[in-house]
């Protein structure tokens, strides 16, 4: 673990604040453990009050010289950044490992979409493209153009402690943007690696300070801040749906806007048309993979009533297999959770599933001995339960698969629908009425919808995010980018009249 830290220059006590060169951080120091074996793994100096206005002084001063970087030499920098990325892909994955328990392969795949989102930034900084339009007025033209907006505030969750950073940065930095990263206090060391990463890059190509930021400190001095401060006309905010909640209420009261990606409760329908094979791969890596903590982890299965028989059996054959444990090692498919509140969380959403009527199938249980005894580390889980149940509305940050029988497709997705989240879904089944019934208005209402494919795992050419208790937030490909923009619709009369619109006459004498 220690040579994994010694790479990225991670030992000994870490600077929480960043603007283009280290702020010591004058706030209290916060200790980084490994979900691994509880151990402590680092520390950070957060930042204060102070810290936090330097962080945004600079941002604002950066922005202003940003902007008038042309968008295509910005996202030559972007691209730069694309680079350092590449080049040490394995290194920041194992660091995601080690600080939130991924295994290796999702850490390196969360640092493979921040190259891919540096990628597409490149080319979007040539396609920052604005409409024209013919106007009503002769002799006039109109058109509508995209401007830089301003500092972007980025809070991202503890579970995807990189790449959303990336989704949001390397688009806001292509758009001329600033950005102010305020990390989860749970992977904080995480983001002192990317910057650490970028650093050589910013100083290399002459980035003005303040472009990319970093601030580590506490809801109050730090996070509060960020969410009431009028300099930043955009805050994008990663997590809990409570958390959205108090976001977007704060950020709104001074009429600021938000991007929101809150919580999801995915489900997996399987019709009887279903290539079951394919389906038990994809419930599997969907519900067990970064140990059911996505966003997108797949939480629901509605299976037709005359497969869950065997789909139950195949599930429990092949959640048997799992093999559970330290995630740097090869071989393991679930690392531990975050830490030990996220297994009472889950121990918790067990007895209510229980109390309230469902079947516990298989697992659950807190492991124990050797790496176990971090107390991490659980088996995972599946239930029989009725869709009615509070409980199966709610998002347990943890593998919990409840599993539901359905009679007709329309009951399916009603099923599906009920919660209140909305982010992804997915069915399986080779049958195209079905299919399409699904993709259709009277289908899927999340934000994603798959066939044949998992919940989980999007790619990043896409908008991504969800409906509903989600926040309806879009963030990464397709046209986000306007997001970190202000639009401005622009017409000018080469007439040598003053015509109005709506033919008003308005002639004096
Ligand atoms: P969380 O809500 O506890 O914290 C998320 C972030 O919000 C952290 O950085 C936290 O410090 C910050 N925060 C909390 N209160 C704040 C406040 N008052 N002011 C400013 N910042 C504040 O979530 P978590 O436990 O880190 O992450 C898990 C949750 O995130 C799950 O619900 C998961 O579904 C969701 N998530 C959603 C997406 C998505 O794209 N939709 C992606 C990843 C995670």
Known sequence: MQTILDTLDLAGEQPGAFVGQWLAGRGPSLACYSPIDGQAIGTIRSADREDYEAVVHRACDGFQEWRR??????????????????????DLGAVVSLEVGKIR???????????????LAVGQARMLYGLTMHSERPGHRMYEQWHPLGPVGVITAFNFPVAPWSWNAMI?????DAVIWKPSAKAALCAVAVMKIIEPVLKAEGVPDGVLSLVVGRRDPVGEALLQDSRIPLVSATGSVAMGRHVARSVASRLGRTILELGGN??????????????????????????GQRCTTTRRIIVHESLMAPLKAALIKAYRQVPIGNPLESGILMGPLIDRDAVAGMQAALEAIKTQGGEILFGGEVLNGG??????????????????????????????????????????????????QGLSSAIFTNDLRESEYFLSH??????????????SGAE???????????????????????AYMRRQTCTTNWSEAMPLAQGIHFDIG
Not at 69 to 90: D, F, N
Not at 446 to 454: E, T, Y
Not at 460 to 482: L, P, Y
């Open 442 to 455: 009277q289908g899927s209402d999340c934000g994603i919808a798959n066939v044949n494919i998992g919940t």
């Open 460 to 482: 990043i050419g896409g908008a991504f995010g969800g409906e509903k208790d989600t926040g309806g937030g879009r963030e990464a490909g397709s046209d986000v980018w306007k």
């Open 371 to 420: 790496i176990y005894d971090a107390g991490t580390y659980v088996r995972p889980c599946l239930c029989e339960v009725r869709p009615e149940m509070p409980i199966v509305s709610e998002e347990t940050f943890a593998p919990i698969l409840y599993l539901m029988a359905y009679r007709d497709l329309e009951e399916a997705v009603a099923i599906q629908n009920r919660v209140p």
């Open 69 to 90: 970087w042309p968008a295509p030499r910005r996202g030559e920098v972007v691209r730069r950044i694309g680079l350092a990325l590449r080049e040490h892909k394995s």
């Open 266 to 291: 995915n489900a997996i329908i399987v019709t009887p048309h279903a290539d079951l094979e394919l389906a038990v791969k994809a419930i599997v890596f969907g519900a067990v993979g970064t140990a």
């Open 172 to 176: 806001a930095m292509a758009a001329g």
């Open 105 to 119: 392969a999702e850490g390196e795949g969360e640092v493979q979409e921040m190259i891919d989102i540096a990628d």
